[in-house]
């Protein structure tokens, strides 16, 4: 068997969870080493050189997390994942808090094994100084390289070790979420926790003790003090996505932690001073909520320290190829299916189609095309609502000169930006093409 070339640890007292996981992950052709409690892990960390640690909390004698902070102190940058029994917001703070970079509930599906494993090692690759495998159209997962991404990218590179608190506004499918990961991981507080928070997400009479945490005894059903997601981010950043649907009391308090640097959690009076980096991310126009009075506005202006707005896809259109191109290959080695072709007629279609769901809906339009195909994706595997799909009156009412353009950027992104190869198959010269992509 041809091994990857990760070797993971795996520590849980109980042996017939080890011999499943060890089974599932052989399965995926990963080199496995067992340990069924804190000190035999360690000697295994110690003697073997290990690339992912999988550890169970709840276990007799030493409790796990003890081995996750043992290994952050030691091998700070060895991604761990937890694999428990327990889903408590306490658990995974703990976990998150000693240095886990994922937390998986048992009983778990070998998919979602993988997924959490790969979660893992992207992130650590994110992590560390890797410049030589990015190159100039990726940045962390984000890929692209029309004028509206470069600039995206410039601000992410200059912010990324700042805390500067960041907003990011934008359609949906656009990459808010990618962008708030880029900057976490590529900067230097990469190695702490990032938590994300979808603030539409979690009932309105939980939201602050979620955020906060709180004391025993401050509401029916508080029966211990429980640590908050803002302090289980102490150090790192929270990602705090749709921030246009947190409730007016959430938005006061949060307020008060941009203002103070501090929480207070429910029920209690005491503030704790907090170390934090805040991304918000909304799709929902919060300038005309604050004209509407349902978004606080010194809040508004706290939470955009700066601000990054990402582009709809059909304005970038030039981004097309490039991202066509990623996405094939990408899918086409999942499912095995090398030198897959794309029908040109295909191409032309998706450049004439809007994309209102943005990228997310190229990329599982084109997931869904690679599935469908043998060796081309042709026009048979298009749904009719892009193939019949009339260009948005914008479009109709495009100038000559517009079209030309677009036409311009079109080929050039084909040719990667070479201008003397754009030029011949334009059929123009160097100097023409300079001006008219003015
Ligand atoms: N520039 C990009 N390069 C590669 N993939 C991208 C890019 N932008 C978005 N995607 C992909 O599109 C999908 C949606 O991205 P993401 O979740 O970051 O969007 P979002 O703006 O947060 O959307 P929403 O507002 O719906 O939450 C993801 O699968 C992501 O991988
Ligand atoms: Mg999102």
Known sequence: MNFKKEN????????????????????????????????????????????????????????????????????????????????????????????????????????????????????????????????????????????????????????????????????????????????????????????????????????????FGHVKGAFTGASETRTGLFQAADGGTIFLDEIGNAPMAVQTRLLRVLQEKEIVRVGSTRPEKIDIRIICATNSNLEEMVSKGTFREDLYYRINIVNIKTTALRNRKEDLPLLIKTFIEKYSKEYNKSNLKINEKVTEVLFRYDWPGNIRELENLIHRMVIMSDDSIDLNHVPDHLKYHIPSSQDIFKSLKEYEKEQILKVLSFVNNNKTKAAQILQIDRKTLNQKIL
């Open 8 to 211: 993971i640890l795996v520590v849980d007292d109980n042996n017939d969870m080890l011999d499943l996981v060890q089974r599932q992950l052989k399965s995926s052709n990963y080199r496995t080493y067992k340990a069924s409690s804190v000190t035999e892990a360690i000697e295994v960390l110690k003697q073997s050189n290990i690339n992912l640690l999988i550890s169970d909390i709840n276990m007799p004698d030493i409790n796990g997390l003890e081995l996750l902070k043992y290994a952050e102190e030691h091998y700070p940058s060895l991604p761990k994942l937890v694999i428990s029994g327990i889903p408590s917001i306490h658990n995974v703070v703990s976990a998150m808090k000693s240095g886990a970079l994922d937390y998986l509930t048992k009983p778990f599906t070998s998919d979602e094994l993988n997924k959490a494993i790969t979660n893992c090692l992207v992130k650590t690759d994110l992590m560390l100084p890797n410049e030589s495998s990015q190159n100039e159209n990726t940045y962390g997962e984000i890929i692209g390289h029309s004028s509206q991404f470069k600039e995206i990218i410039e601000i992410i590179k200059r912010i990324k070790d700042t805390k500067a608190n960041v907003l990011i506004e934008g359609e949906t499918g656009t990459g808010k979420e990618l962008i708030a990961k880029a900057i976490h991981f590529t900067g230097k507080f990469g190695n702490k926790p990032l938590i994300t928070v979808n603030c539409g997400g979690i009932p309105e009479n939980l939201i602050e003790s979620e955020l």
